[in-house]
């Protein structure tokens, strides 16, 4: 568990418990059922997605998050075009890749 030094001990357990629950969010009809190892990232994203969380599976877009380095050097070698603080963005014909 990532340590946050917002919560007691008592409440980040119940956040802890509330990151295993979220496996289902329904963003206005955008079901994505999100699973990780990334204790830390289900914690926030169960947080910050609490409105959203849903039990109805149906439909759901899979989401994967892993705690890993990307794999850079299998990215096209291309020219960026927009950079902001967070992310670069890259055309390519009518892909975006962030």
């Known amino acids: ?3 946050d030094a917002r919560y007691s001990h008592k409440n980040a357990m119940i956040g802890t418990a509330r990151a295993r629950a979220l496996n289902v969010i329904d963003i206005y009809g955008y079901r994505a059922h999100i699973q990780s190892s990334c204790a830390g990232a289900m914690e926030r ?3 910050d997605f609490a409105f959203f969380q849903s039990t ?3 439909g759901a877009h899979i989401i994967e998050l892993l705690d890993e380095e990307p794999p850079y050097s299998e990215m096209p070698p291309l020219t960026a075009n927009v950079y902001t603080p967070r992310n670069v963005s890259y055309p390519r ?6």
């Open 1 to 3: 568990m990532v340590w």
């Open 45 to 47: 994203l169960a947080e």
């Open 56 to 58: 109805d599976e149906s």
């Open 93 to 98: 014909w009518v892909q975006t890749i962030r």
